[in-house]
């Protein structure tokens, strides 16, 4: 019971004992066997995370602020890409339910046909959510799920600030995918600069993108070939806003001299990009961070609210004054 006692550091032993404790156990390189406690304390210790895909560079950084957030609060994490799937994410969470995780942190995926059909499943399994990056319609609806977002609508807004201030006024708008809180928070506040501003609105300056180079490099695309007029974009994120000056430059056009193009995210693409990209820098490690804590308070108490964290611009080279 002593060395127990000493192994977890317990107030009610003494500092000698304890320190020839730790020191014996350091020499032998004991390690303690995590399973066993949690079998005495009956919890598993077990955090599932589930995100579209690791090797994106925000969803790598959101990931490294739950681990460490997790390493911080004595829990293992469990790692499933959904790769942006309804079936692939139902599948995932399954498997993540089945090995007994304590909370689930998911970025879902926004491209479902039924859209709440996984957090369906987590409210029959009592599976404290939270959800990262966005949200589906319906979701307050759940008393035992929760998100962690960035402030979308002031980057949108943000965003469209900075480019009316240069002198543009023909700003295309590339919009994230359908059922995207994220997506929505930030074009609504695109439409609010414009009319702040006195610039009309116009359906025909926003077209349909994703999250990925490829729907920007489409929707880009799609714009040149409709001939809309444009000096500037408005991109989802950084990927939508790499895509779309790869459309420019191969159709000719220079960036930022005859169109400037801001990103949203600021991932490791977006600083070391041929185009260095203005973007709304949004906090991906400090979202995961929060998103764990969040999670645990969710365990004791369903009445915590969900969070929006703080977002700011960095300027680089992708922009510039008309």
């Known amino acids: 019971m002593a060395v ?3 192994l977890r550091d317990a107030p009610d032993i003494s500092a000698s004992t304890k320190a020839r404790v730790q020191a014996e156990a350091k ?24 995100v579209p895909q690791i090797n994106h560079t925000f969803y790598s950084n959101l990931v490294w602020g739950i681990e460490r957030q997790a390493e911080a609060l004595g829990l293992q994490m469990i790692l499933a ?46 599976t404290p959510t939270v959800l990262l990056e966005n949200y589906p319609a319906g979701a307050e609806n759940f008393p035992g799920v ?7 609508r002031h980057g949108g807004h ?3 600030v900075h480019l009316l201030e240069r002198g543009h006024r023909e700003i295309l708008f590339l919009a994230g995918p359908n059922g995207s809180s994220s997506g929505a928070g930030r074009f609504t506040g695109y439409q609010r600069a414009l009319t702040e501003a006195g610039v009309a609105y116009s359906d025909a300056r926003v077209f349909l993108a994703g999250r990925d180079i490829e729907s920007g490099a489409a929707a880009m695309a799609q714009a040149l ?16 806003a790499i895509g779309a000056i790869d459309t420019l430059q191969k159709q000719g056009f220079r960036v930022p001299e005859d169109v400037s193009v801001v990103g ?15 973007t709304i820098r949004a906090p991906k490690t400090e979202m995961g961070e929060a998103a764990l ?6 365990q004791s108490n369903a009445t915590v609210e969900p969070r929006e964290l703080p977002v700011e611009i960095i300027v680089r080279a992708s922009t510039r004054a008309i």
């Open 4 to 6: 127990s006692k000493a």
């Open 27 to 50: 020499r032998r390189h004991y390690v303690p066997n995590r399973a066993a406690q949690n079998l005495r304390l009956q919890r598993t210790g077990l955090i599932g995370v589930v």
């Open 81 to 126: 890409h959904s790769l942006d799937r309804p079936e692939q994410e139902m599948h995932e969470v399954q498997k993540l339910i089945a090995r007994q995780i304590e909370v689930l942190l998911l970025v879902p995926a926004v491209r479902w046909q039924n859209r709440l059909a996984t957090l369906e499943m987590l409210r029959t399994s009592r």
């Open 146 to 152: 929760r998100w962690v977002v960035c402030d979308d």
């Open 158 to 160: 943000l965003a469209t």
């Open 225 to 240: 070939s409709e001939k809309v007029p444009c000096t500037a974009v408005v991109a989802h994120n950084d990927s939508v």
């Open 264 to 278: 949203f995210g600021d991932g490791l693409l977006a600083e070391h990009f041929r185009v260095p990209l203005t």
């Open 293 to 298: 804590r969040l999670a645990r308070e969710l």
